[in-house]
């Protein structure tokens, strides 16, 4: 489960709540990054605004296996650069196919093309078989394996 860590007087504070629904931001919160910043090979984030006294830090926190996906369309004449619409399965040994949409990027205000790694558990698994279907209609299937991130970009041929 994520955490909220807030800038301090101190330094970094836990606000001491797990985040177990959507974030609220009082304000806009354009300014993002995405990175580990703990070490734990999992993506974490940084947001801010122009309108906020302090960044906020959300540090990912998923428990058993995982891994991290970013996806990258062609751009022009093709799909989205940051893979906005791509349709992703994930097939995990023992479990149902996971189906997942990637949301359109370009409605959250200012935060276009961000690119933001998205991390799936594994449970206890090791591996999985995902398969993005971009909106330009390619397929690109690969195995993963927990505890790595991958880049699935689509090919313009």
């Known amino acids: 489960k994520p955490y909220l860590i807030l800038q301090g007087k101190n330094g970094w504070e836990r606000k001491g709540e797990q985040l177990l629904r959507a974030l ?9 990054y995405s990175g580990d910043l703990d070490g734990d090979r999992s993506p974490d984030l940084i947001f801010a605004g122009i309108e906020t006294k302090n960044p906020y830090l959300l540090l990912n926190k998923i428990l058993g296996n995982s891994f991290n996906l970013t996806i ?3 751009g022009k004449g093709f799909s989205p650069t940051g893979g906005e619409g ?18 359109n990027l370009m409605s959250q205000y200012l935060a276009s093309a961000t ?3 998205v991390t799936f558990g594994l449970g206890e698994a090791g591996s999985a078989v995902v398969k993005v279907t971009f909106p330009s209609g390619e397929i690109i299937s690969r195995k993963v394996y927990a505890g790595n991130s991958y880049i699935i970009s689509e090919v313009t041929k």
């Open 24 to 32: 609220y931001a009082p304000v806009a919160t354009p300014i993002l």
């Open 72 to 74: 990258k369309g062609a």
């Open 86 to 103: 791509a349709i992703i399965e994930v097939s995990i040994p023992k479990r149902e196919k996971q189906i997942h949409t990637l949301p």
């Open 115 to 117: 690119n933001i790694p």
